[in-house]
């Protein structure tokens, strides 16, 4: 079955930090991988979607990377705002069209 | 409409009562999702719809929950005799085509459901 963990479960930085963002699954089998962005009370926007035969997308001031070998992915925000303030999820694709999810990653940006 | 649209967004059910909560997909878009989220936790999979047809309804956690998609747009999440467990958010979303595909998926705000 599988399993994605992201650490850390939550993280507060001040304003104009670069922070990384951790993703890890346990089967290396999937057909992509997604980042997606939850406001409080809201549904989830994706951020950012890396195929299996990708190493990394960017977008403006996100970056994200994919290892499949060893089950990870990274989020990279530079130079953050308070406006990033959300909880960031990813989800891998396994196939069959159904998305697993990791629990979260709270971000608070101070400024 | 512009995006996913769901409906109610809040619901307060007694346990044992029955609900039903609706999707708007964005138009046109083929595939159709149901994820529960639990306080706290990420989206789980309920089911799927490629356009009127159920494809997967593995994640439906029993045979209280029950979704539909007649006409391969609007869907429909039903929870029969609903108990205290069974309070999370419910989020719909779309993609154009298969999510396998590549394709983004669209999220709606939810449903928030809270049986008492």
């Known amino acids: 079955k599988q399993e994605v963990t992201q650490i850390p479960a939550a993280l507060s930085v001040p304003e104009g930090e670069n922070l990384v963002l951790n993703c890890s699954f346990t089967d290396s089998a999937i057909y992509n991988l997604q980042w997606f962005r939850q406001d409080p009370g809201k549904g989830l926007t994706s951020l950012l979607l890396i195929q299996s035969s990708q190493r990394e997308q960017t977008s403006g001031r996100l970056n994200a990377s994919l290892d499949k070998s060893s089950g990870r992915s990274t989020l990279y925000i530079a130079a953050s705002q308070p406006g990033d303030s959300a909880t960031y999820l990813c989800a891998v694709n396994k196939g069959a069209q159904k998305l697993v999810f990791g629990q979260g990653t709270r971000l608070t940006i101070n400024p | 409409g512009a995006g996913v649209s769901q409906s109610p967004r809040y619901k307060v059910a007694k346990r044992g009562q029955d609900v039903a909560l609706r999707c708007d997909p964005i138009?046109?878009?083929?595939?159709l999702f149901w994820y529960q989220q639990a306080l706290g936790q990420g989206p789980e999979f309920l089911t799927y719809?490629?356009?009127?047809?159920?494809?997967?309804k593995s994640g439906l956690p029993s045979d209280r929950f029950f979704a539909e998609r007649p006409e391969g747009s609007v869907s429909t999440l039903k929870i029969q005799r609903t108990q205290q467990e069974d309070s999370a958010v419910y989020l719909c979303?779309?993609?154009?085509?298969?999510?396998?595909?590549?394709?983004?998926?669209?999220f709606g705000e939810g449903s928030w459901l809270t049986v008492v």
């Open positions: 138009s046109g878009h083929v595939s």
């Open positions: 719809f490629q356009n009127e047809a159920q494809l997967d």
């Open positions: 979303a779309s993609s154009e085509w298969t999510a396998s595909s590549g394709n983004t998926i669209y």
